[in-house]
């Protein structure tokens, strides 16, 4: 993994998408999950704990949610709603004596307009919202369910929990060393035949340095790495090893913060930044392993929309909108940006963000680094522009997906999902985008979702809210032992069809 240290393994991991990748689907199930089963299309939902889910025809905050009956949990414990009631305890209930701040700090972005739930009987789950909110299905699918038993049993504490975690996904948790290493063991119980996982192990090692990673795969170490460096695959291809890419929902952006004071307020400052970036270079200096970054969706995605703004590489122009804003080179804007040297997503961060700063230098915008280790800049990122932890930064540079509307878009965008309501990092409001929001919250068709989606994501390019830069082709890279591997299109990936020849 490029995580510096192993996903918590309490349900509602930390460490990004790539802690929900190996440590949130693969010892948990959630009531909602993704199909990660094909690589020719975006992956979508599918049931999972709940074979079905629908609005209340009489109330539109109240979704009703229809458990799989006769799951069992890795200790033998049959699933019951209260088992989901108990799990949303653990990560939204404050002040109950099952509360688990770490599970809550990650949950809660996901979840904000969360009211009330409650177990109706033993199959069916209520989950009830402050406000219409046609996106709830997404933000479950990072809740994994576990049971008031197995906290109990590790001593009604969830520090202990970590190393006798209990869900019901397909692995089962063998051992947990935080900084060092966990693994998985198979689970040839799981209620999902088709999914119950060829390999008897699987062994999670955090090694957070790219070159480190390749050392350890030609090794023999390891079998599998995520995010190579893109000068070592073509050595490692020519070597036997398999690397594989594929298109995927992913955002290497910077995030802007529009508190008083931020140079960042300024659209001509944000368009000409989206101007300076040569994005084609850096897709030479990435080996082909990325696409130009021009929005949070690629361009032609049917959530694009029309922006008459289009990001591009075109200095000229950006020094005459830079010049506008009263800078250039002899008179350069001078600002900070956080980054990190690893993390979920995060690509080969070093590199790509010194050719950024380069970019930005010639045309007048000199930044310089706060390098924050990855869960820490997370954490920047719940706190908010205005938190002292920001230590004077004025953008950050976090990856994340576009899978869904509020993940890709809503939570940076709508006034009140400023933290510690969601990722609002930057303060940003504007009623003509909270008024698209409440619309597409109010929308349960997908058509009308898409225009939507579509017509906001023409906005925010428009603006420039984002210095859109790279959108990453995911590669991996694994021995020639590894099978059954199938790279979905999503940041989650499934580990269960993979054996070794």
């Known amino acids: 993994m490029t995580a510096s240290a192993v996903p918590m393994s309490n349900g509602v991991p930390d460490q990004g998408g790539e802690g929900h990748r190996f440590m949130g689907i693969t010892l948990y199930d959630q009531l909602v999950t993704w199909d990660?089963?094909?690589?020719?299309?975006?992956?979508?939902?599918?049931?999972?704990?709940?074979?079905?889910?629908?609005?209340?025809?009489?109330?539109?905050?109240?979704?009703?949610?229809?458990?799989?009956?006769?799951?069992?949990?890795?200790?033998?414990?049959?699933?019951?709603?209260?088992?989901?009631?108990?799990?949303?305890?653990?990560?939204?209930?404050?002040?109950?004596?099952?509360?688990?701040?770490?599970?809550?700090?990650?949950?809660?972005?996901?979840?904000?307009?969360?009211?009330?739930?409650?177990?109706?009987?033993?199959?069916?789950?209520?989950?009830?919202?402050?406000?219409?909110?046609?996106l709830i299905?997404?933000?479950?699918?990072?809740?994994?369910?576990t049971h008031r038993g197995a906290w109990e049993a590790a001593g009604r504490s969830w520090d202990s929990f970590l190393e006798k975690a209990i869900g019901s996904g397909p692995w089962k948790l063998e051992s947990f060393a935080v900084r060092e290493r966990a693994v998985?063991?198979?689970?040839?119980?799981?209620?999902?035949?088709?999914?119950?996982?060829?390999?008897?192990?699987?062994?999670?090692?955090?090694?957070?340095?790219?070159?480190?990673?390749?050392?350890?795969?030609?090794?023999?170490?390891?079998?599998?790495?995520?995010?190579?460096?893109?000068?070592?695959?073509?050595?490692?291809?020519?070597?036997?090893?398999?690397?594989?890419?594929?298109?995927?929902?992913?955002?290497?952006?910077?995030?802007?913060?529009m508190v008083e004071g931020s140079p960042w307020r300024d659209v001509r400052v944000r368009r000409a930044a989206n101007l300076a970036i040569d994005r084609d270079g850096m897709a030479q200096m990435l080996g082909g392993l990325m696409k130009p970054g021009l929005g949070l969706v690629v361009e032609g995605h049917p959530w694009y929309g029309a922006p008459r703004f289009r990001p591009r590489y075109a200095p000229d122009e950006a020094r005459k909108l830079l010049a506008e804003a009263g800078f250039s080179p002899r008179n350069p804007l001078r600002t900070k940006v956080a980054i990190s040297p690893s993390g979920s997503g995060q690509m080969q961060p070093l590199p790509m963000n010194e050719a950024v700063q380069q970019n930005l230098k010639e045309i007048g915008i000199d930044i310089a680094f706060e390098v924050i280790e990855w869960n820490a800049l997370l954490g920047i990122w719940r706190d908010g522009a205005k938190a002292p932890s920001n230590r004077g930064v004025t953008a950050l540079n976090v990856s994340y997906g576009a899978a869904d509307p509020y993940s890709g878009f809503v939570r940076f965008l709508k006034t009140d999902l400023a933290p510690p309501v969601a990722n609002n990092w930057g303060y940003f409001?504007?009623?003509?985008?909270?008024?698209?929001?409440?619309?597409?919250?109010?929308?349960?068709?997908?058509?009308?979702?898409?225009?939507?989606v579509a017509e906001l994501h023409g906005k925010v390019v428009e603006d420039a809210l984002f210095l859109f830069i790279a959108h990453d082709l995911n590669p991996r890279a694994m021995s020639r032992k590894v099978r059954g591997f199938v790279q979905a299109q999503s940041w989650f990936q499934d580990l269960t069809p993979i054996s070794l020849g």
């Not at 079998?223 to 090893?241: H, K, N, T, V």
């Not at 009623?431 to 619309?439: L, S, T, V």
Request: hydrophobic share 40%; net charge neutral.
């Open 184 to 257: 998985l063991a198979r689970n040839p119980d799981y209620w999902d035949a088709a999914r119950i996982p060829k390999l008897d192990k699987v062994l999670l090692l955090p090694l957070p340095e790219a070159n480190t990673r390749v050392a350890a795969l030609r090794s023999g170490q390891v079998d599998f790495i995520e995010a190579p460096p893109p000068d070592a695959c073509p050595a490692l291809r020519q070597a036997g090893f398999q690397v594989v890419t594929n298109q995927y929902p992913h955002n290497w952006t910077y995030h802007f913060s």
């Open 429 to 452: 409001s504007d009623p003509a985008y909270d008024a698209i929001i409440d619309r597409l919250n109010e929308t349960f068709d997908p058509a009308a979702q898409d225009a939507l």
């Open 137 to 145: 299905p997404y933000g479950i699918t990072y809740i994994g369910i």
């Open 36 to 134: 990660l089963s094909k690589t020719d299309q975006p992956a979508g939902l599918r049931p999972c704990l709940a074979t079905a889910w629908r609005i209340d025809p009489a109330n539109t905050r109240r979704w009703i949610f229809t458990l799989r009956e006769g799951v069992r949990f890795h200790d033998g414990k049959v699933m019951t709603a209260e088992d989901v009631a108990f799990s949303f305890d653990r990560a939204f209930l404050t002040g109950a004596p099952h509360f688990d701040p770490r599970a809550s700090a990650q949950a809660r972005i996901r979840l904000p307009t969360l009211a009330a739930w409650r177990a109706e009987g033993p199959h069916t789950f209520i989950l009830e919202t402050t406000r219409p909110d046609s």
